[in-house]
Every structure is written in structure tokens, then in C-alpha cells.
């Protein structure tokens, strides 16, 4: 009897192998990039829709990446480096510190989206414990959250809502010496 492809939600699912579950992860990341995209629409701020217009198709590409053909270019992640140069021009100064991840309703989007992008990371870090993943999907993933990162502190900025500094309990900061 042929197996119904109704139940079937992805075809490697009961695969062994950390691939599959790289795969599951970065096709989380893509939704919740979406969303993001979704929420910053909402708000109105083009240049990030533009910018998440571009890297939406491109976390499939990642994704694609390991079991398929290599589908990240150095131009893909010259873009992005590009792009976290542009964000990080306008919030340098928020960014200084470990920030809560709060705010505007896209800023808290793209926020999950960098949580997202760092577990992709980690996942395809043990893919490469079983097989050879290239070095650019590392490159790709950490910058990625990164650019996250920065645009969530600017559309808080766009909106005029101030970044709320995390002070750890736990990793004591060194206090900087003022010039006297």
C-alpha cells in the first residue's frame, strides 16, 4: 500500500542524523523571520522590510546548504556584513551594553529571530561533528544574529523606545574607570 503523503510532514524526519535537525531549526528561523517581517511592515520602517525582504529566502538557502549544494556566497555575506555596518552607524551607542530583548512590537520579533539564528548555529555546529559543513555557514549564522541584534535596537529607536541595560547577577562586569 502507498504511503500518504498527509502524514507525512517532512520526508527526512526519522532520520538520525543532526542534518534533519539543523534543517527543522533553520525552517523555524525563516518562520519567525517572516513574522518579523510581518511586524516591521506594520511600523513602517522600510529599510528593515527591505533588508528582511532579502534575508528571508536566504535562511532557506542556508538551510539547503548542508545536505544540498552550497547556496551562501561571499557577495550573500558581504551584503549582510554591509547591512550591520549600516545598523550599527545608527545605534552604536545603545549597543555598548547587554540590552533586554524588549520593545516595539518588530523589535521583539527580530530579537526572537536572533535567538533563532543562534540556534541554527549551535545545531549546525554538531552537523559539523558528524560531517564537513563549510566555514561560511558559521560566518553566515553568527553574523546573521548579529544583524538581528542591530536592527531590533534601531526599530526601538525609530520608535523612541530606550533600551533597558541587563546588569548580570551572575558575570560580574568590570566598572570603568572615569577620567578625573
Known amino acids: 500500500m502507498k504511503k500518504d503523503a498527509r502524514y507525512s510532514c517532512y520526508p527526512f524526519m526519522r532520520e538520525k542524523a543532526s542534518t534533519v535537525d539543523f534543517e527543522i531549526r533553520t525552517d523555524s528561523l525563516t518562520a519567525h523571520i517572516g513574522m518579523a517581517l510581518t511586524a516591521v511592515k506594520k511600523e513602517e520602517v522600510e529599510v528593515v522590510a527591505q533588508d528582511l525582504s532579502t534575508i528571508l529566502p536566504m535562511a532557506y538557502h542556508v538551510n539547503g546548504s548542508v545536505r544540498g549544494k552550497l547556496a551562501v556566497t561571499e557577495e550573500d555575506l558581504a551584503w549582510l556584513s554591509a547591512r550591520y555596518d549600516f545598523y550599527v552607524s545608527y ?3 545603545e549597543i555598548q551594553s547587554f540590552v533586554l530583548p524588549q520593545g516595539t512590537e518588530a523589535a521583539t520579533a527580530l530579537h ?6 543562534k540556534k541554527s548555529y549551535r545545531i549546525l ?8 559543513v563549510p566555514t561560511i555557514l558559521f560566518d553566515y549564522l553568527g553574523l546573521l ?11 526601538n529607536k525609530q520608535a523612541g ?3 533597558i541595560p541587563f546588569v548580570s547577577k551572575s558575570y560580574p562586569m568590570k566598572k570603568k574607570k572615569e577620567n578625573k
Open 91 to 93: 545605534v552604536k551607542i
Open 112 to 117: 526572537v529571530c536572533r535567538s533563532e539564528a
Open 125 to 132: 555546529h554538531k552537523v559539523s561533528d558528524e560531517k564537513e
Open 145 to 155: 544574529a548579529n544583524v538581528f541584534f542591530v536592527m531590533a535596537v534601531y526599530m
Open 161 to 163: 523606545i530606550a533600551e
